[in-house]
């Protein structure tokens, strides 16, 4: 709640953007603060937080139709907005097999 009316009401997205992290530290697969972090992170403009972030959540998920588009988006920022395509090829090997044949890999 609280980052919710740092960020949305008073438009502080540090302080919203630390009050979702310490929401994830509690509890990891909270949808409502990966989303909030993740609208945070676009908003700022913040390409490695938000790529370390789908990474992260990418990690702890265990449906791959889930994982993978996590996987892709995050190794297209490695690759497009942060120049490290070293770290996005690994992104894309970790892909299911189902993953690797989508358009956006091909």
Do not use: C, M, N, W
């Not at 502080?12 to 509890?27: G, I, P, S």
């Not at 945070?40 to 990474?55: K, S």
């Not at 265990?62 to 996987?71: G, M, Q």
Request: net charge negative; hydrophobic share 45%.
């Amino acid at each position: 709640a609280l980052g919710h009316v740092a960020a949305d009401r008073l438009g502080r997205l540090d302080e919203a953007r630390a009050a979702y992290e310490r929401v994830l530290e509690h509890a990891p697969d909270d949808q409502v603060a990966f989303s909030a972090l993740e609208r945070i992170h676009t908003v700022r403009g913040a390409h490695a937080d938000l790529a370390a972030l789908l990474e992260h959540r990418a990690a702890r998920e265990t449906d791959a139709s889930k994982r993978d588009p996590l996987l892709i988006r995050a190794a297209e920022i490695f690759h497009v907005e942060l120049d490290q395509a070293e770290t996005a090829i690994g992104l894309y090997e970790r892909l299911s097999p189902e993953g690797l044949e989508r358009p956006e890999v091909q």
